[in-house]
């Protein structure tokens, strides 16, 4: 349940923000009063569906990732602290990384990255190799 607060939390507000329109408008003289329930329940069915997938995705997505370091592939995760030159960085065991739950972590960089936030190496690199 960690996990899904720590990967969810944004889309969640955002889902708040909305409902907390929807009951805004769906309140107002104007607006017919069946349209506050449908509009309700809309919303929140909506965004409960779109977190899910998206939690499943992104869990699957994880998945893989950790099944591919721990083969010894090459990984690629989203630098979100310098975002002038290199906007990613490359993870394997041979550059001395390490999978520690959920984070990849190296004594060599000062940030950890979230399995969350990183992709298989090897169709990014098959895509640069010319035939």
């Known amino acids: 349940m960690e996990l899904f607060f720590e990967l969810e939390i944004p889309y969640i507000v955002i889902g708040l923000f909305f409902l907390a329109v929807t009951i805004f408008v769906g309140t107002r003289d104007f607006i017919p009063k069946v349209a506050l329930k449908r509009g ?4 929140v069915l909506l965004f409960s569906i779109m977190i899910s997938l998206h939690f499943i995705i992104t869990t699957k997505r994880m998945d893989g990732v950790k099944k591919i370091f721990n083969e ?5 995760c989203e630098n979100k602290m310098r975002r002038t030159i290199s906007r990613s960085v490359l993870v394997s065991k041979e550059l001395g990384w390490e999978l520690e739950g959920n984070y990849f972590k190296s004594e060599h960089y000062t940030r950890d990255f979230l399995t969350a936030r990183c992709v298989d190496y090897a169709p990014i690199a098959a895509k640069d190799v010319p035939e």
Do not use: E
Request: glycine share 22%; aromatic share 0%.
């Open 72 to 76: 010894g592939g090459t990984i690629i």
């Open 40 to 43: 309700v329940i809309s919303v």
